[in-house]
């Protein structure tokens, strides 16, 4: 086994709290299935959003989805002029017998174009 990270992104429609929570419920789920992941395999999750992003904390989804003994983080994205709005991202380290050139690093939707390099 080895620590590796997976990176993720998906952009909101709208900033509600239960938006939210499926969105990144989706992202997360997306993350460990596309990786063979579960989240005994997690071993800390750091979420960001953009600024305008307030109604909730992106971890809670992760709480939602009864990801509960892993170590979670929220931050604030830097607010750069013309970034795309309403991102949450996700920087995942987990434990898994994946090289780094197999790891499935997951954009949903429109998302997807922050890093068309190495979205799946």
Known sequence: MAVRAVRGA???ERDEPE????QVSALLT???GRNALDPDDLISVWFTATPDLHSDF???AARKLGITDV??????ELDIEGAMPRVVRILAHVETSLPKSEIAHVYLGAAAALRKDIAQ
């Open 71 to 76: 170590p979670l983080i929220c931050a604030q």
């Open 19 to 22: 938006h939210m929570h499926e």
């Open 58 to 60: 992106p971890a809670a």
């Open 30 to 32: 997306a993350i460990l």
């Open 10 to 12: 998906v952009q909101l």
